[in-house]
């Protein structure tokens, strides 16, 4: 597992820099990363990811709903968004070294 980039998501979230919910849906033209858990389902992941793609957003599907709420001290989240664009780099490259070992 990633721990590292799921400890980097809970430090991101204490500082104010990640969306859930309703704040990532209004807001999606400022989120840099967006993470949609793997067992997301439904019209709105669809919806979520077409409009990741027309924003340009980089999009991880990687960690299930509960491993992204208990990142941040949620029991689930299907979708989070990273609104800091250096740390949304950072995330992608820790993501990168983590699922390629």
């Not at 980039?5 to 840099?32: A, M, Q, S, V, Y």
């Not at 992204?68 to 740390?87: F, P, Q, R």
């Amino acid at each position: 597992m990633a721990y590292a980039e799921l400890n980097f998501l809970g430090i991101l979230n204490r500082g104010g820099r990640t969306k859930i919910g309703e704040p990532l849906i209004r807001g999606l033209d400022k989120i840099k990363l967006l993470y949609v858990a793997t067992d997301a389902k439904g019209s709105l992941k669809e919806d979520m990811l077409r409009k990741a793609k027309n924003e340009r957003i980089v999009v991880i599907e990687f960690f299930s709903k509960e491993q992204l709420g208990s990142s941040i001290g949620y029991s689930e989240v299907a979708y989070l968004g990273v609104t800091d664009k250096k740390a949304a780099v950072k995330l992608i490259e820790i993501h990168g070294k983590e699922t390629a070992s």
